[in-house]
Structures are given as C-alpha cells and as structure tokens.
C-alpha cells in the first residue's frame, strides 16, 4: 500500500463529520447550512490533501485551485496534517515550519489555527506546544484548539462550559475565543441562540467568546446583513470583543487576498470601518508591540485593538 494512503486510512477524517446532521447542529436556513457545510468539507479537503502529499510545492498548487473564498479553510485542513505528521515522525519535522515559510504564508493566521486543531487531537501540553511556534501567532493554535472541542465536542464546552485540564492561565482566554468561533457554527448562525448561549457562561468568560462570535462572523460568512446588524444589538455590551475579532479576520482574509463582499459588510458593522481600514488598526497594534511583559504579546495586541474601538 502506497504510505501517504496509508497514513489518510490511519488518521483520515470522514466528510460526513462536518455535515450538521452528523454534529447535531441545527442551522437558520438552508443557504446558512450551506455554506458552513462547505467550510468543514473545505478544511477536510485541506487536511487529506496535506496528508497525501506534504511537498510543499505541489500541496500549495493543489490548495490554490479551491474557491478564493473557501482557500483559507483548506490551508489550515492542512496545517493541521503537518502538525499531526511533524509530531509523529522521528525524522521529518519541519513540514509546518516549511509551509508557514512558503507558500501558508499568505494565510498565516489560519495555518497557526489549524496547528490548534492537530494538539487537540493530540492531547498536546499546551505550554509545550507553543513553545514550537512564534511567540505571537503561536496563540491562535491555542484558538483553533478551543474551536475544534467546541465543534466536536459542544455538548461538554458549550453545554456543560467545561474546559480541558489541559488548559490553564493565560491560555484559557484564547481557548474560548476559538470556542466562542465554534459557536457560529454549532448555533447554525442563529444570533438569537448564540447570545443566549453566551450569557449562559461567567462573565469572566463572556468577553472572549464575542471576541470569537466577531472573527467567525466576518471571516466565515453565511447570514444576510439585517442578522450582522441584530448580532451588533445583541452583543451592544461586547461591542469592543466583537470589534477585536472581526478586524482580525479582516487582516486574515485581506493578507490572503481573499476579501469577500461578506466580510466588507461585517467590517462596516462591527468595526464601523472599511475592511481595508481594520486590517490597518491590527497592524497598527503591532508597532513596539512588548515581548517581555508579565502579560502574552497576543493579550496586548487584543486589548491594543479593543481600545482603539473604544
């Protein structure tokens, strides 16, 4: 048996895993369902490629025939399979460093989320693992891996807002601005549902979990602008989170050269800006941004961005 088919029958994930009937997710209507279907066969498609074939060229190529759109969920499907790999051979274990080099530099940001995904699956320590990645994006694995136990496993992090051992200090706080991402989906992108959900966790938490509603929001798509406006009056209170999350999707899908007319509308909602203009505030946030405070760089940066809206 060729050994990259090998690997797909050992660690392949089955496409009826993303379809909503399989999670239990309910969605607001058809179109909506639609569309995060599509998003979860994309990521899937993205891991199986990367597990077939992680030469860097060749794997880059096969992504980049993907709808523009859909791009960026296929590059982190296959962050995740190289970060799975990378763990699991005695040998080889750049291929993620490569990708974030090459060609998943265009969308670094998903790349590092898609890495969260393989630590999840993993069981990975997370202080650990992140000292593998840059000091800064190296958090939104931290993301990824809230998002994927929100996805997979929401009867225990959404219903029962239980969070993994695993998971502490700091790391708790990005932990569930991926799980409040998850909720865009587990809700079906129902703002009714997801609010309420929201206000059903300590309000210590509450705060991340918007700033998660914002990044899905704007990044994912799926809802029609009357919904982008009541999402705005429900969470009027994490006004700041929502900003913070949406003008850094705004930045993922702008660096990617991906923008959609979705995440234009979300960006004017949210940020009361143009996408072009929150992309800027993330950058902006960056300048002498400190790496030798007692609080994480990434927590600035947030917090930097959050106060710009305020």
């Known amino acids: 048996m060729n050994p990259y088919y090998f ?18 997710f309910q969605a607001v209507s058809s179109e909506t369902r639609e569309q995060l279907e599509k998003i979860g066969e994309t990521f899937v498609f993205g891991y199986h490629a990367a597990l077939l074939d992680d030469n860097i060229e060749s794997l880059s190529k096969q992504l980049d025939t993907l709808p523009n759109e859909m791009r960026g969920f296929g590059y982190e499907g296959a962050a995740m399979a190289m970060t799975l790999l990378d763990f699991l051979s005695p040998l080889n274990r750049s291929r993620f460093k490569r990708f974030v080099q090459g060609a998943g530099a265009r969308h670094i940001y998903m790349v590092h989320v898609g890495a969260g995904w393989a630590w999840a699956r993993l069981h990975r320590n997370i202080n650990k693992a992140l000292k593998t990645l ?42 569930d601005q991926g799980l409040g991402r998850s909720l865009w989906f587990v809700k079906g992108a129902d703002v009714e549902a997801i609010a309420q959900t929201i206000n059903g966790f300590s309000i210590e938490r509450q705060t991340d979990l918007w700033s998660g509603i914002g990044l899905a929001v704007t990044y994912a798509g799926g809802v029609e602008e009357i919904t982008l406006k009541r999402l705005a009056e429900l969470g009027k209170d994490f006004r700041l989170q929502l900003a913070q999350g949406s003008a850094f999707a705004a930045k993922a899908r702008e660096r990617a050269n991906n923008l959609t007319p979705h995440t234009h509308k979300a960006s004017q909602i949210f940020c009361a800006t143009e996408t072009t ?26 917090q930097r961005i959050q106060e710009h809206y305020r």
Request: glycine share 10%; charged share 20%.
């Open 7 to 24: 690997r797909k029958l050992l660690f392949g994930i089955s496409p009826n895993e993303t379809s909503f009937s399989k999670r239990g």
């Open 134 to 175: 840059d000091p800064l994006l190296g958090w939104l694995a931290v993301d990824g891996y809230g998002f994927h136990e929100g996805y997979f496993h929401w009867q225990k992090t959404v219903t029962q807002g239980v969070i993994p051992s695993r998971i502490s200090g700091y790391a708790r706080h990005v932990f």
């Open 277 to 302: 203009e929150a992309a800027r505030v993330t950058d902006d946030a960056l300048i002498n941004l400190p790496y030798d405070s007692s609080k994480p760089a990434y927590e600035i940066w947030r």
